[in-house]
């Protein structure tokens, strides 16, 4: 198994474990694919959820860039009950995480049809 793998699987358990959720194993594979290299980055893999800047670029980058979605309000209630849902007090909030809850709760998994 490589590193990637292992990423996916660590991925998968927080979403069964922290978040209460079954993961589609194909769109979580897609959406870390989509991350490229930072999740082998510690610093990069992590969203730091208590910092505004750091989830204005989480919709930014993610939500309007990649997903393709229009700039509103819904998006930052979007971001903030996927943190709410992996759970406020959890430190390690991975990036691939968090990407793949915006993607289902927007209904967004076409764009990585």
């Given at each position: 198994m490589?590193?990637?793998?292992?990423?996916?699987?660590?991925?998968a358990?927080?979403?069964?474990?922290?978040?209460?959720?079954?993961?589609?194993?194909?769109?979580?594979?897609?959406?870390?694919?989509?991350?490229?290299?930072?999740?082998?980055?510690?610093?990069?893999?992590?969203?730091?959820?208590?910092?505004?800047?750091?989830?204005?670029?989480?919709?930014?980058?993610?939500?309007?860039?990649k997903?393709?979605?229009?700039?509103?309000?819904?998006?930052?209630?979007?971001?903030?009950?996927?943190?709410e849902?992996?759970?406020?007090?959890?430190?390690?909030?991975?990036?691939?995480?968090?990407?793949?809850?915006?993607?289902?709760?927007?209904?967004?998994?076409?764009?990585?049809?």
């Amino acid at each position: 198994m490589g590193k990637r793998d292992e990423w996916i699987e660590k991925y998968a358990d927080d979403l069964k474990n922290k978040c209460g959720m079954t993961p589609d194993m194909d769109l979580l594979t897609k959406v870390t694919i989509g991350c490229g290299p930072s999740i082998y980055n510690a610093d990069a893999q992590t969203v730091a959820s208590s910092q505004q800047s750091e989830l204005e670029l989480v919709k930014e980058n993610f939500l309007i860039k990649k997903l393709g979605m229009t700039d509103s309000p819904d998006l930052m209630d979007g971001i903030n009950k996927a943190v709410e849902t992996y759970g406020k007090s959890e430190r390690n909030k991975y990036r691939a995480v968090l990407y793949y809850m915006l993607t289902k709760h927007f209904g967004k998994e076409s764009v990585y049809g």
